[in-house]
């Protein structure tokens, strides 16, 4: 058994047992942390106040043959903005999950955890549809499993115009090899591409400019979602939680 302490930010959250709590963390050198909080949910517990979604904690960790325990838990930075309304939540909630899902156990996760500080910093100052939906596709490039956006996967010719998007082939498919693949391909219009690419250059310090229409909004939410279910062998909870929102 050994005992460490991180710095790390709390991506999942479900109660277990009578008073215990099992937690997924983000930690930048550690990466996903799946760990139990026996007790936190008693009143006394000094760890129940820092023990929330989306809050930034230290916490020291006793490395088990079975299962890692939280011993300590500090609270660092409280992201007030995203449990102030529900539909920050909501949206706050699909991004943790996301994170909980793109990262990965044993491996330093620097950029992606600096990266879901911003993001959870920036919520609350926008429109939380826009922010999640940018998010996720700013997640992704830093899971290993980030998609091709404007080089053909066949060619990697830059995509001029129209062209086909590829989930089992990771990315677009420009019109001259279309006719080589087996592949299902989706349709990917060029109006598509530019928001996708504005998303994922979308700054959370400045206050964004994001003008889109309602149907390129939606396919880049379309194309988000089927490339997660691709990847994501069970269905993200978050999403009922937002289907709620009507
Ligand atoms: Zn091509």
């Known amino acids: 058994m050994s005992l460490y302490t991180t710095e790390a930010v709390i991506i999942g959250i479900k109660n277990q047992g009578e008073a215990d709590k099992a937690v997924t963390l983000l930690s ?22 820092a023990l929330q979604l989306f809050n930034q904690v230290e916490v020291q960790i006793n490395e088990g043959e079975r299962w890692d ?3 300590q838990c500090s609270l660092q930075h409280a992201f007030r903005n995203l449990s102030e309304d529900f539909q920050s939540m909501a949206y ?3 991004v943790a999950e996301l994170a909980s899902n793109l990262s990965i156990e044993n491996f330093p996760q620097v950029e992606m955890y600096n990266r879901l500080l911003e993001i959870f910093g920036a919520f609350g100052s926008r429109n939380p549809r826009i922010a999640a ?4 596709y700013q997640l992704l490039e830093f899971s290993g499993m980030q998609l091709s956006y404007e080089h053909c996967i066949c060619c990697n010719d830059e995509l001029a ?12 498919v420009c ?9 299902r391909l989706w349709d990917y219009p060029e109006a598509l591409r530019e928001f996708i690419v504005q998303l994922l250059q979308l700054s959370w310090q400045e206050r964004p400019a994001c003008k889109v229409n309602g149907k390129t909004l939606m396919a880049a939410e379309g194309l988000l979602l089927g490339y997660l279910r691709h990847i994501i062998d069970k269905p993200l909870q978050s999403l009922n939680f937002i289907q709620q929102l009507g």
């Open 69 to 71: 325990t939280i011993r």
């Open 28 to 49: 930048p050198d550690r990466g996903r942390i799946r760990a139990t909080a026996f007790g936190c949910r008693r009143i006394k517990s000094p760890m129940a106040g």
């Open 92 to 94: 706050g909630s699909f």
């Open 133 to 136: 939906l940018a998010a996720g």
């Open 161 to 172: 115009g129209d062209g086909f998007f590829s989930f089992e082939l990771g990315g677009v």
């Open 175 to 183: 019109q001259n090899c279309q006719g080589k693949v087996q592949e």
